[in-house]
């Protein structure tokens, strides 16, 4: 499967983003997750997604501002982000899971999109 992340940008504080990640080639029922990765620190897991959708994870840092959802018709998971922080400033990756659940360890995905960039003024 191969992964392509975009609708990432250059926001204010307070202001909104929506991540899409199209996945292509051998699609099938993968977990999703978003991870993120500023500058000098570790990958860290932010949302992640069944492939039944029926059920999500979020980082405690995105809880009540992000949203993450699929639509397996369109092999496309979204992330909304809402009332961004400084804080949230990353390049953000999605990745598909090695199986069908939700999986918390960047280990357990097979593969990895390219990448978007995020960046919140303050």
């Known amino acids: 499967v191969q992964l392509q992340a975009f609708g990432g940008g250059l926001v204010q504080a307070g202001g909104s983003l929506r991540l899409s990640c199209a996945a292509s080639?051998?699609?099938?029922?993968?977990?999703m997750g978003w991870f993120r990765q500023a500058g000098g620190k570790e990958r860290e897991l932010v949302a992640a997604?069944?492939?039944?959708?029926?059920?999500?994870y979020y980082a405690d840092s995105v809880k009540g501002r992000f949203a993450i959802s699929r639509d397996n018709a369109r092999n496309t998971v979204y992330l909304q982000m809402n009332s961004l922080k400084p804080e949230d400033t990353a390049v953000y990756y999605c990745?598909?899971?090695?199986?069908?659940?939700?999986?918390?360890?960047?280990?357990?995905?097979?593969?990895w999109g390219q990448g978007t960039q995020v960046t919140v003024s303050s």
């Open positions: 080639g051998r699609t099938g029922n993968y977990g």
């Open positions: 997604i069944a492939w039944s959708g029926g059920r999500t």
């Open positions: 990745a598909a899971a090695l199986f069908s659940g939700i999986e918390y360890s960047a280990a357990r995905y097979i593969a």
